[in-house]
């Protein structure tokens, strides 16, 4: 089993994690350039497989929007560090 890493431009939004389509944990509204080891995040937990399904559907709509980060990490090693 591989690993596959995309990248998005500028997405802002829930984070959530889904497994096999029954459970999820989900941080709505979780800002991830604010997440903290020194503040708690509220999260919820649901086993509810229509939650779950959207969830995944969601992702995978997302994920028709990526690119490999490889293919990123290649075009941001070409445009150099940023000009200040």
Known sequence: MG???HH????SGILFMVFDRKSV???INADY???SLDEP???LWSDDP????YLA???EVLWEQTIPAAERIEE????GPPQA
């Open 41 to 43: 995040l509220s999260a």
């Open 76 to 79: 941001l090693l070409k445009e």
């Open 25 to 27: 944990i989900s941080y």
């Open 57 to 59: 559907s969601t992702f």
């Open 50 to 53: 229509t939650y779950a399904n």
């Open 8 to 11: 998005i431009e500028r997405y």
């Open 3 to 5: 690993i596959e890493l």
């Open 33 to 35: 350039k604010r997440i």
